[in-house]
């Protein structure tokens, strides 16, 4: 359940970058699963496209043009996908659901997973501003819609010659997966530091693990401490991933310290923005991981400035930025996996641990 100790590698290889990204549509007989984290400003909007070329897009940014234009340009012009097979939205923040809407007018949306479209605000607000937000979402045209569960699976097509893929839900709405058989009390479990309850819809987020063989990532919307820490313990019901997609942009609201130690990734991803994320708190705790690598879609701009990683990581270095994305390719059988950030010529590669 906890990690095993496996030489990992990092280096930066222009050449191959070249050769394989170069910010063109990715050509699915290579039997990748590849992942982009696409500028959405600090929202949510991760696009993965699977070895078959079924498209999972998990969350959809703001509304207002600018979000539904960057996904659309992401899926169509770099990932080479015409519809989103699978849009996952992990809780009704505006910045997660409110692109989805005009996102569908430009591209089909087969089938929409979510908790259920709330008849009033989920955070307690005012409700007549709420109804007005999600009317867009609630009468979008999409093929099927499905409330997730914990244990969920999306129906994927699997493509031979690669390993077994799974997209599987293990939390929402505050609850969670059944604790695998045979798992042992977790260590931590007396280290966790409570908070108060967070009484927002952030809590209720849908968390989903996306797994290639052995490698394994997170994706956990805006889930908040004490939702994380009680998925993790006293029994850890994820088990250790190889990519964690950082909860909530790097607020401090979330990321529970023994919750990414428990995950124990190699790598972090934040989908940050200039002056949104890169908590003290939330960068400490992923640091405490000993992560091998940590990037992040914007350089923090606010006067905190020492909550960044190296430019080397960072996609975007400046206010007024050119959107730039993250990139990563899972191999066919799921042992190694490769981020790069296409613009800017970084590629690194690294192992998958064993599970």
Same mark, same amino acid.
């Given at each position: 359940? %906890?990690?095993?100790?496996?030489? $990992?590698?990092?280096?930066?290889?222009?050449?191959?970058?070249?050769?394989?990204?170069?910010? /063109?549509?990715?050509?699915?007989?290579s039997k *990748?699963?590849?992942?982009?984290?696409?500028?959405?400003?600090?929202?949510?909007?991760?696009?993965?496209?699977?070895?078959?070329?079924?498209?999972?897009?998990?969350?959809?940014?703001?509304? #207002?043009?600018?979000?539904?234009?960057?996904?659309?340009?992401?899926?169509?012009?770099?990932?080479?996908?015409?519809?989103?097979?699978?849009?996952?939205?992990?809780?009704?923040?505006?910045?997660?659901?409110? #692109?989805?809407?005009?996102? /569908?007018?430009?591209?089909?949306?087969?089938?929409?997973?979510?908790?259920?479209?709330?008849?009033?605000?989920?955070?307690?607000?005012?409700?007549?501003?709420?109804?007005?937000?999600?009317?867009?979402?609630?009468?979008?045209?999409?093929?099927?819609?499905?409330?997730?569960?914990?244990?969920?699976?999306?129906?994927?097509?699997?493509?031979?010659?690669?390993?077994? &893929?799974?997209?599987?839900?293990?939390?929402?709405?505050?609850?969670?997966?059944?604790?695998?058989?045979? *798992?042992?009390?977790?260590?931590?479990?007396?280290?966790?530091?409570?908070?108060?309850?967070?009484?927002?819809?952030?809590?209720?987020?849908?968390?989903?693990?996306?797994?290639?063989?052995?490698?394994? %990532?997170?994706?956990?919307?805006?889930?908040?401490?004490?939702t994380e820490?009680?998925?993790?313990?006293?029994?850890?019901?994820?088990? *250790?991933?190889?990519?964690? $997609?950082?909860?909530?942009?790097?607020?401090?609201?979330?990321?529970?310290?023994?919750?990414?130690?428990?995950?124990?990734?190699?790598? /972090?991803?934040?989908?940050?923005?200039?002056t949104k994320?890169?908590?003290?708190?939330? %960068?400490?705790?992923?640091?405490?991981?000993?992560?091998?690598?940590?990037?992040?879609?914007?350089?923090?701009?606010?006067?905190?400035?020492?909550?960044?990683?190296?430019?080397?990581?960072?996609?975007? &270095?400046?206010?007024?930025?050119?959107?730039?994305?993250?990139?990563?390719?899972?191999?066919?059988?799921?042992?190694?996996?490769?981020? /790069?950030?296409?613009?800017?010529?970084? *590629?690194?590669?690294?192992?998958?641990?064993?599970?």
């Amino acid at each position: 359940m %906890f990690p095993i100790k496996i030489k $990992q590698f990092t280096k930066t290889i222009p050449a191959l970058l070249a050769l394989a990204f170069a910010g /063109s549509a990715v050509a699915k007989d290579s039997k *990748t699963l590849d992942v982009y984290w696409v500028d959405v400003e600090g929202g949510g909007g991760t696009l993965i496209v699977t070895p078959a070329g079924e498209s999972i897009l998990i969350d959809t940014g703001m509304p #207002g043009g600018r979000d539904p234009d960057r996904l659309h340009q992401a899926a169509t012009q770099v990932a080479g996908v015409k519809q989103i097979d699978h849009l996952i939205v992990t809780h009704f923040h505006i910045d997660h659901f409110g #692109g989805a809407a005009e996102l /569908s007018q430009k591209m089909p949306i087969k089938n929409v997973w979510d908790n259920g479209i709330p008849e009033r605000d989920p955070d307690g607000k005012a409700n007549s501003n709420f109804l007005l937000r999600i009317k867009p979402y609630r009468g979008m045209t999409v093929g099927e819609r499905h409330i997730i569960q914990p244990g969920t699976e999306l129906p994927l097509k699997q493509t031979n010659g690669t390993a077994k &893929l799974r997209v599987r839900c293990v939390a929402a709405m505050k609850k969670f997966v059944a604790v695998p058989d045979a *798992t042992q009390r977790n260590p931590l479990t007396d280290k966790v530091k409570w908070v108060a309850e967070d009484t927002t819809d952030n809590a209720n987020s849908i968390a989903v693990i996306v797994e290639l063989g052995d490698f394994r %990532f997170w994706d956990g919307g805006d889930l908040t401490q004490n939702t994380e820490a009680r998925l993790v313990t006293p029994y850890n019901r994820v088990g *250790t991933v190889d990519v964690y $997609q950082v909860n909530h942009h790097g607020l401090d609201f979330s990321n529970n310290a023994v919750f990414v130690q428990s995950l124990a990734p190699t790598v /972090s991803v934040m989908n940050n923005g200039v002056t949104k994320g890169c908590g003290a708190a939330a %960068f400490a705790a992923v640091k405490s991981a000993r992560v091998k690598a940590m990037y992040q879609l914007h350089k923090n701009l606010r006067d905190d400035i020492e909550n960044n990683t190296t430019n080397e990581f960072i996609a975007n &270095l400046t206010r007024d930025c050119d959107a730039h994305h993250i990139h990563m390719s899972v191999a066919p059988d799921g042992k190694q996996y490769t981020i /790069s950030i296409p613009d800017k010529g970084h *590629t690194s590669i690294y192992k998958t641990r064993r599970k």
